[in-house]
């Protein structure tokens, strides 16, 4: 083939090549980082929904939980344990617990989270112990009395 003849595919076959996505719903997974799920979107979602591009972030340091989400509003993505959340420039921390599809529903989450830890930080009550109390009847052995003693 002449070189001419290979750089006109080489111009039809590189835009062609750009427009596959690559479907990485199993690769997401719990427990992630934040930048491992970078390395996935990076290639699979466009520039309106990609969440470190534009990053829309809903964080408190207090609890350590981050709303993650894009622009698009296509995906949300809870993280737990950040210290650090995520900006233009930098990916921040934390471990992903869940993908949601709505804010709303994110945020039941965070509040089932907050609800889980503020219950398993609570001291577990003493519940009293009812001591069967014996009484005198059950103590002692009756003597069975015959119809003719």
Same mark, same amino acid.
Request: net charge positive.
């Given at each position: 083939?002449?070189?001419?003849?290979?750089?006109?595919?080489?111009?039809?076959?590189?835009?062609?090549?750009?427009?596959? #996505?690559?479907?990485?719903?199993?690769?997401?997974?719990?427990?992630?980082?934040?930048?491992?799920?970078?390395?996935?979107?990076?290639? #699979?979602?466009?520039?309106?929904?990609?969440?470190?591009?534009? %990053?829309?972030?809903?964080?408190?340091?207090? %609890? *350590?939980?981050?709303?993650?989400?894009?622009?698009?509003?296509?995906?949300?993505?809870?993280?737990?344990?950040?210290?650090?959340?995520?900006?233009?420039?930098?990916?921040?921390?934390?471990?992903?617990?869940?993908?949601?599809?709505?804010?709303?529903?994110?945020? *039941?989450?965070?509040?089932?989270?907050?609800?889980?830890?503020?219950?398993?930080?609570? %001291?577990?009550?003493?519940?009293?112990?009812?001591? !069967?109390?014996?009484?005198?009847?059950?103590? #002692?052995?009756?003597? !069975?009395?015959?119809?003719?003693?």
């Amino acid at each position: 083939m002449s070189s001419l003849r290979i750089f006109w595919i080489a111009i039809f076959l590189v835009p062609l090549s750009a427009c596959v #996505t690559t479907d990485t719903r199993n690769d997401l997974r719990v427990g992630m980082s934040k930048s491992e799920l970078r390395s996935l979107t990076v290639f #699979t979602t466009t520039i309106n929904d990609d969440p470190f591009i534009s %990053p829309v972030s809903e964080w408190s340091a207090l %609890p *350590q939980i981050e709303i993650l989400y894009a622009e698009g509003r296509k995906y949300f993505y809870v993280f737990t344990d950040v210290t650090q959340k995520t900006t233009k420039k930098r990916d921040g921390n934390g471990k992903l617990h869940s993908v949601h599809t709505s804010v709303t529903a994110a945020r *039941q989450v965070v509040k089932d989270i907050l609800l889980a830890r503020r219950q398993a930080a609570e %001291p577990k009550q003493a519940r009293p112990s009812y001591q !069967r109390q014996k009484t005198e009847r059950a103590t #002692t052995k009756q003597k !069975r009395i015959g119809p003719l003693e």
